[in-house]
């Protein structure tokens, strides 16, 4: 578990805030999972112990190299922060995550 990086926090601010949650970033960790570097993030601690509830907001985006992306809050079964599913439409690495400019 790790702090979310900058990026990673503008984009879980911006899905939280069309879902109605709010929540301290500064406190979140998260997790990467393994999804062939789309960036998909475990949210919060004791993953393994809570269970999907409902998707709770998405966003439909263009990465960089302008292929489709959508990012899915995920909440769990009490309705707290439990994944930030990313999903890239060509399987590739999402580059606004990862490039380092």
């Known amino acids: 578990m790790r702090v979310a990086t900058a990026k990673e926090k503008k984009i879980i601010c911006s899905?939280?805030?069309?879902?109605?949650?709010?929540e301290?970033?500064?406190e979140m960790l998260v997790e990467p999972m393994?999804?062939?570097g789309m960036g998909s993030?475990?949210?919060?601690?004791n993953h393994e112990s809570r269970s999907f509830g409902k998707?709770?907001?998405?966003?439909?985006s263009e990465d960089s190299d302008g292929v489709?992306?959508?990012?899915?809050?995920y909440l769990d079964k009490s309705g707290a922060p439990?994944?930030?599913?990313?999903f890239k439409a060509d399987f590739s690495t999402t580059k606004v995550l990862n490039d380092h400019s």
């Not at 899905?15 to 709010?22: D, N, Q, T, V």
């Not at 993030?41 to 601690?45: Q, R, V």
């Open 34 to 36: 393994q999804d062939g």
């Open 24 to 26: 301290p970033l500064s």
């Open 82 to 86: 439990y994944e930030l599913d990313v």
């Open 55 to 60: 998707c709770a907001a998405e966003i439909e």
């Open 68 to 73: 489709p992306v959508i990012f899915s809050l």
């Open 41 to 45: 993030l475990k949210l919060g601690s």
């Open 15 to 22: 899905i939280f805030e069309k879902s109605g949650l709010i």
